[in-house]
Nanobody, 123 residues
Framework: QVQLVESGGGLVQVGGSPRLSCAAS????????MGWFRQAPGKEREFVAG????????VYADSVKGRFTISRANAKNTVSLQMNSLKPEDTAVYYC????????????????WGQGTQVTVSS
């Protein structure tokens, strides 16, 4: 079983470029397809970005395509989400998640979740 811990959130200005990190422990990260999800107040959790176990394939939600970049460093057991050109609507708790299997955008298909990190975009 893998444990996931996110970091890097906080208060950011509109247009800012924070980088979120997800550190894995317990099992090698290379075992897992990884995803980032977010949940804004009063809204359902939504998919943000995903990356295959070897990093060869990535997928993004339309709302973040061209602004966010997901990457992974299996040797360091970390996954990152580089966020650029932040907008107020990006404000949410961001979660890192892991699954064994193919790249997937459905949250229910992910087995392991971190505790989340808050990102607040101020205008």
């Amino acid at each position: 079983q893998v444990q996931l811990v996110e970091s890097g959130g906080g208060l950011v200005q509109v247009g800012g470029s924070p980088r979120l990190s997800c550190a894995a422990s317990g099992r090698p990260l290379i075992t897992y397809t990884m995803g980032w999800f977010r949940q804004a107040p009063g809204k359902e959790r939504e998919f943000v970005a995903g990356i295959s176990w070897n990093g060869d394939s990535t997928v993004y939600a339309d709302s973040v395509k061209g602004r966010f970049t997901i990457s992974r460093a299996n040797a360091k057991n970390t996954v990152s989400l580089q966020m650029n050109s932040l907008k107020p609507e990006d404000t949410a708790v961001y979660y890192c998640a892991a699954r064994i299997g193919r790249l997937n955008t459905v949250g229910e298909e992910y087995n392991y979740w971190g505790q989340g990190t808050q990102v607040t975009v101020s205008s």
